[in-house]
């Protein structure tokens, strides 16, 4: 879950630029002296007066600092150069007799150097750079997008975007129906006594349809849409983002029943103190406009305040206090029917050849989004005009799916079907285990849709009933169940994978602590060998341990954490073996479908094992 790059911070865009600036003005500041100051030799005092002696000066310049002047080379050509007076009296004399032509110059004051050689230079060095930055931040254009003018703040439309242009996030849609009964009569809404949350957070990966979701919110509602992004906001004089704030919620109130639409809102709404350098100022105050906004404003007016970020964990915990973004939307990642949907969707704007079969390439691109769909449609539509054919052919389909997989499987994004075949049987063995054993929470989800960089697939519970404490034996299926994944691998492939590294972390962890945490153990007995020590105000990955126990013991305590992996490996792949049918049967569902719910799940589990339950043509 390593998502922490924002590539649009502008707090390192400035700092990089003021670097980037600095080192400019040094640059020329450096040619600068070249060009004027250098070329000019410095001489030994008796080494001028060796020269005035053998009449090789021509002229110089004579100040109580130093003496600059031109004399004549060996080779006869003319020299700059400089050197220090000592005391001399006689050296007027001396230039008089060799006929040196030379004048005095008058000490500069004190205050004419520092005006001259600080002030005006720094000036002016420092007037630039502001004006640079201030460029820079306004309009978030970069460095030489000078003479732009004022970029507009907010856009505001009223999008003809419709529910039908969004596909695949069905869950969604359903719950942003009741905001467009509420825009389009707020009153009628009301009198029928509906609550009206003020505040909607669209949370989801990048590219599942956000900004998409919110403007067709818009359109089915047929209000106003007023956007900016959280990015726009952040810039470096202090004020002009609240300042902002303002204004949006007042052109919002103009046109009302409106919709405020703030996309990318961890730009702005971040944890407030968490973020060090020069806009963090800005952004609080921005971030406090805000929340001041949402709390001022009355919803029965009919504005409805829609965020969408895709990092909700960076936000502000003040941001989703009731009253304000207390409604969240999970915009997931689509399906395979999903993506088949938003597939068809985008494919009406070409000519499909016959041989392509939409279901065939939703099955081929697991983990990818809406916009990454939208991508390969219209890269598979280029390549076919490239080719001058009238339709876009199946083939143009996988070139343009392999290019898009290619750049995704940098990010570890994409999955080979070998591993997706590896992953449902993994993802599968947790779920069947789990299902047997009763000390666990009840399967609720099982899915191999890719999400993150971590996790290819996952196994979600459904807490039966919230409890505070866990028996040994609740913590041992548990234990099993965790060992359920690289179980079913081992028996279906007769090999392993990296992919239960995690599982087999927590599962060893949680042993130990049976053994030195819990006292659980027999051998050891009900004695604490280790205890957590956790930081209690600065909530950080560094906890420590502080551990009681002498060399013997920890030979005892690995053993006794080796006794009960053991134990719980075994069962696992035992409870697997005795089951072998169900496992099958629910690692091709999830090859067909990529998500299986708990009915489903059930289904499976309580079929007889010649029945078949009903599968699909696809297999891997
Ligand atoms: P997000 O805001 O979540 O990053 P966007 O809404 O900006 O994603 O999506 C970018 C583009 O990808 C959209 O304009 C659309 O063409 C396409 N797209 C994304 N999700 C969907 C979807 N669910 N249905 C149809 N098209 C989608
Ligand atoms: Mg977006
Ligand atoms: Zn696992």
Redesign the pocket.
Known sequence: MNNNKNKKDKEYKIIKLSIMYILIAFVLIYLYQGFFGAKRETVLYSTFKEFVVQDRIKSCRVSEKYIKGIYIDKSGETRDFVTIPVKDPKLTDELIAHGVKFEGVPSADWLTNLIFGWVIPFGILFLLWFFIIKKAGASGKGLFSFGKGRYKIYSSERPNVKFN?????EEAKVEVEEIIEFLRDPHRFQRLGGKMPKGVLLV?A????????ARATAGEAEVPFISITGSAFIELFVGVGAARVRDLFAEAKKLAPSIIFI?EIDAIGRTRGASGFTTHEEREQTLNQLLAEMDGFDPSGGIVVMA?T?RPEVLDPALLRPGRFDRQIL?DK?DIKGREE?LR??AKKIVLGEDVDLKVIAQETPGL???DL?NIVNEAALLAARENVDKVYKKHFEEAIDRRMAGLAKKNKAMSPKEKKTVAYHESGHAVVGYLLKGVEVVHKVSIIPRGVAALGFTQQRPTEEHYLMRKSEILDKICMLFGGRAAEKIVFGDVSTGAQNDLYTATELARAVVTQFGMSDELGPVVYERERQPIFLPTPFSSKETYYSQKTSEAIDRETRKIIDYCYNKSQKLLLENRSKLDKLAQRLLEKEIVDEKELNEIMESKDDEEIKTSPYTD
């Not at 990048?206 to 979701?213: E, V």
């Open positions: 242009d969004v596909a695949g996030v989801g990048p590219g599942t349809g956000k900004t998409l979701l996309d969408a895709n915009v689509p938003i969707l985008h989004v809406g916009a939208a």
